[in-house]
């Protein structure tokens, strides 16, 4: 494998990790319908420790706009609920002793749009780490030619794959951006 193939090999798997990362960040913004990736970012203190919730209980979705969750130790009820009082979320929750039950109410147009802002926030985000990767492997690639390592055409051709990359990628981020709106938009 040649040093720019190496490059863009170690480019590309930057780049996926970025996307990937963008589609988690997504998960854990609400849309109108419940999700068990809502709560993903819940910690609980649990025995002292900071632990996140899916740890410490079940939690399910048995309806279009409730969360379930069943701590598996009963007593460690109030702590649960605590954390997602103090979570941000801006829900509430109730419990009959054995189950939290969260209920979400419908989101307002106005929460939508919102939520569309950050989705296209932590997309540009995404882009801007991308374009870093393209800097750092054209950075690379330079090195790599000064170094005699690679002809002047190499470079060039390398330089141009390089960009190739980094406008597939930019397309990927702008297809979930896109879905991700599409459902926070659903009605």
């Known amino acids: 494998m040649s040093n720019a193939a190496q490059t863009h090999q170690k480019l590309t ?3 996926e990790q970025a996307v990937e990362h963008l589609k988690r960040d997504l998960a854990g913004l609400r849309t ?3 999700s068990v990736a809502l709560l993903d970012g819940v910690r609980v203190d649990y025995y002292g420790t900071m632990t ?3 740890q410490i209980a079940n939690i399910s979705t048995p309806e279009a706009r409730l969360i379930t969750i069943q701590p598996w130790e009963p007593q460690k009820i109030k702590e649960i609920e605590k954390a997602l009082a103090n979570s ?3 829900i509430t929750p109730s419990n009959d002793g054995k189950i939290i039950r969260v209920p979400l109410p419908p989101l307002t147009e106005e929460r939508r749009k919102e939520l ?3 989705c296209k926030k932590h997309g540009e985000e995404s882009k801007i780490q991308i374009r870093g990767f393209r800097r750092e492997a054209n950075e690379e690639l330079k090195k790599l030619q000064k170094d005699a390592k690679l002809t002047e055409d190499e470079l060039r051709k390398a330089e141009q794959e390089t960009q190739k990359l980094t406008d597939q990628f930019g397309q990927k981020i702008d297809d979930v951006i ?3 709106e599409q459902e926070i938009m659903e009605v």
């Open 13 to 15: 798997t930057q780049m």
């Open 32 to 34: 109108g319908r419940a």
């Open 52 to 54: 996140p919730l899916k």
């Open 88 to 90: 941000g979320l801006g």
């Open 116 to 118: 569309t802002k950050i």
């Open 178 to 180: 896109k879905k991700k």
